[in-house]
């Protein structure tokens, strides 16, 4: 097994020959990737003399490295566990919850390639001069971009309708990691193409490493404030990921993580509106961007994710930091995902929203049986009891993102319509004058015990009836939360309609047959070409 993986090893890592800043390290062969010349930043250094002239040695990280053998560092364990977790530490409960993200996050990007703020992303990596067009693009078929262009593109399309998944720490994981290790996948020359497990693998050390950095901070469990998680650890999580597909050693990860950290962040302003999916695609971009990078010999701090005092690295984004190292793997490893699952959404809006349509409908329900049917005149106020976040409080939604990110509008959406689908975000639907009438009623109130927190919060929606009586329906876990998951069938059936949008139905049976059987895939690029 050794032997094997060492030859992968050496198949996938571009021959840098790094020049380590206390001594070198074995040589190893160039990386051949599909498609001739690249353009920067994929081009490779052609003269180790210009490599090594270029770097800079800094005290402290002479001092880091000298000392390493002796102290492991935050950061040292994490790069140790990328380049040295293994396929058998997947149990099957790993295996087939990761398989389950895939497939979803796929359904999603497929559905998200027919949107006007995807499109716009599109015809902006195409205007873009790449060399190296060997990766394929969700929903457009025959159509190849460079490797970097095309995670963006699907990146972009997997967040386009805010329908992808949600983790606890409150993140979009899949989104993040996915359209990098399909764009990867599809970069490298056949003789060193990984198979399906090295995939599953990848896929599952980026979603890892994620999990773990939001796990060194108490803040980072509740609902965002300040910055948009997926655009922090999703590109930690995407270098992570990529680094393992490419086989990059010990020294490389942990280069791959720190050159990810200067490439990570957007601010939660631009949630609800058409920049907040460019999150997802700069995520998913620019960590695989810092794995190439540290593959062709560039360095960053050696220190990133621990807490230094007076020299943040990862800690910058939390005022609360405290990492702990992460064990390398004997005989087994726990996952996060094997303890902690993830949502899937069952319509495309922020995952709030999921709790107060469920609430909504449950109360329509009764108004139904209260009365003989549901008439709005029947109505004198709504009043929602939902957690205090600020940018998914909007009262009268404009656009179909600020829609999306409405308690307000999904609850009186879920009111009139009894359910909340693709449709409802449209125009038409979203300036309709009786929806306008309801959400005027609409008033809010924000209980103490109901906190901002994926895992604690509950919605709740009572009808003040113009007679005085009320009526109240409340959700404390939709379905398609982690406490109450989405069966098999419902999971298929959310794929199924996404993926038609985009492809015929023997192509859609094929992706479900693909993702089931991904460990037995002998050329996990095989999985991108059918997209």
């Not at 999580?237 to 990059?248: D, E, N, V």
Request: aromatic share 6%.
């Amino acid at each position: 097994m050794n032997l094997m993986m060492n030859l992968q090893s050496i198949k996938r890592i571009a021959h840098i020959k790094p020049i380590s800043l206390m001594h070198e390290l074995p040589a190893m062969k160039i990386l051949q990737l599909s498609g001739s010349k690249l353009s920067s930043p994929y081009h490779f250094l052609r003269s180790q003399k210009v490599l090594a002239s270029s770097r800079q040695v800094h005290k402290i990280s002479a001092q880091v490295l000298e000392s390493s053998a002796a102290e492991e560092t935050v950061t040292t364990s994490f790069a140790s566990f990328i380049h040295g977790v293994q396929p058998e530490h997947l149990t099957e409960v790993v295996r087939h919850r990761s398989k389950r993200m895939i497939l979803d996050s796929i359904g999603v990007g497929l559905v998200g390639s027919t949107t006007r703020v995807f499109n716009i992303a599109l015809r902006y990596c195409q205007q873009l001069y790449a060399s190296n067009a060997v990766s394929s693009v969700y929903g457009r078929k025959g159509l190849k971009l460079s490797p970097a262009l095309a995670a963006f593109t699907n990146g972009v399309a997997a967040h386009s309708m805010d329908f992808d998944d949600t983790w606890h720490p409150a993140t979009h994981p899949s989104g993040a990691v996915l359209p990098a290790l399909l764009a990867a996948s599809q970069m490298l020359p056949p003789s060193s193409k990984p198979n399906g497990l090295d995939f599953l693998l990848a896929f599952n050390v980026g979603i890892e490493v994620q999990g773990r950095l939001m796990h060194f901070s108490t803040e980072a469990h509740n609902i965002p404030k300040r910055f948009h998680p997926p655009s922090v650890v999703g590109t930690m999580g995407s270098a992570a990921a990529t680094a393992k597909l490419l086989s990059l050693n010990v020294t490389q990860c942990a280069h791959a993580l720190a050159i990810s950290a200067s490439l990570a962040g957007a601010p939660m302003a631009n949630a609800a509106t058409q920049a907040k999916p460019l999150h997802i695609g700069n995520a998913t971009r620019l960590g695989l961007e810092a794995a190439l990078l540290a593959a062709r010999g560039m360095e960053a701090s050696p220190l990133i994710l621990d807490d230094i005092p007076g020299c943040s690295g990862f800690s910058a984004f939390y005022g609360d930091y405290q990492p702990k190292t992460l064990p390398l793997p004997a005989n087994s490893h726990e996952f996060l995902l094997e303890k902690q699952d993830v949502a899937f959404k069952r319509f495309p809006a922020h995952l709030g929203m999921h709790w107060i349509v469920d609430a909504a409908v449950s109360v329509r329900n009764l108004l139904i049986n209260y009365s003989g049917s549901f008439s709005p005149s029947l109505i004198h106020a709504i009043l929602l009891r939902i957690p205090v976040s600020k940018y998914i409080n909007r009262p009268f939604p404009e656009s179909e993102h600020q829609a999306r990110h409405s308690f307000q509008f999904n609850a009186c959406t879920a009111l009139l319509d009894g359910e909340v689908g693709l449709n409802s975000f449209t125009d038409g639907c979203i300036h309709r004058q009786e929806l306008t009438e309801l959400l005027a009623k609409v008033l809010v109130e924000h209980p103490e015990d109901n906190i901002a927190n994926f895992d604690k919060m509950y919605g709740e929606v009572a009808l003040i009836l113009e007679n005085g009586d009320v009526l109240t329906g409340r959700c404390d876990t939709f379905y398609g939360h982690w406490r109450k998951p989405l069966s098999r069938e419902s999971l298929l059936k959310k794929f199924r309609s996404n993926a038609s949008h985009v492809l015929p139905e023997d192509k859609v049976n094929s992706i479900i047959t693909t993702v089931d059987n991904l460990e037995n895939l002998p050329d996990s690029s095989q999985l991108a070409s059918s997209l």
